[in-house]
């Protein structure tokens, strides 16, 4: 599946995480474009299993993103996407509100055995779920969570990875 590499599509993938559901019409005035151009990205985006129209009455045609379960491997776009929405809070936090003018980035060496590896990985999972699955409230933002749990491979090419013994 081929990223949604182009800008628009990124922008549009941005304002879907922080709005449930967004029509062509809707975007087009948030981000300045015609909604011609946000109709056919949007359309594109569900092409390739990003986004997906919700089936409601009348003309109005709105998207909301797929969720994880139901969707594809973001992979790649979201790795760039985590990256870039990062880049962005540091540049800008300095504007947020005093109660969210924070953040809670860390970084771990753990040292564990394979089957530990797959064991932390759903331990955080499930944690995560439980506020990636509850309904917005006025109060509550989109936040990123990124976990990336891998061996850490030797720094030299000559160092062999230790062997199972």
Do not use: N
Not at 2 to 29: G, N, Q
Not at 140 to 147: D, G, I, M, Q, Y
């Amino acid at each position: 599946m081929p990223p949604p590499s182009h800008p628009i599509r990124s922008e549009l993938l941005d304002l879907l995480r922080e709005r449930d559901t967004l029509t062509a019409t809707e975007a087009a005035k948030q981000l300045g474009h015609s909604s011609g151009l946000c109709s056919f990205h949007l359309r594109q985006l569900a092409r390739y299993g990003y986004v997906e129209p919700v089936d409601t009455p009348g003309r109005a045609r709105p998207w909301r993103l797929v969720r994880p379960q139901e969707g594809p491997d973001l992979g790649l776009l979201a790795r760039e996407l985590e990256d870039e929405g990062y880049q962005r809070w540091l540049q800008q936090k300095h504007t947020a509100s005093e109660e969210w003018a924070t953040d809670e980035a860390f970084s771990s060496v753990l040292y564990l055995e394979p089957e530990e590896l797959g064991e932390v990985g759903a331990q955080i999972r499930a944690l995560l779920a439980r506020y990636a699955t509850r309904e917005p409230t006025p109060a509550a933002r989109p936040v990123a969570a990124v976990a990336r749990l891998f061996p850490l491979l030797p720094v030299e090419e000559k160092t062999p990875w230790p062997s199972e013994s």
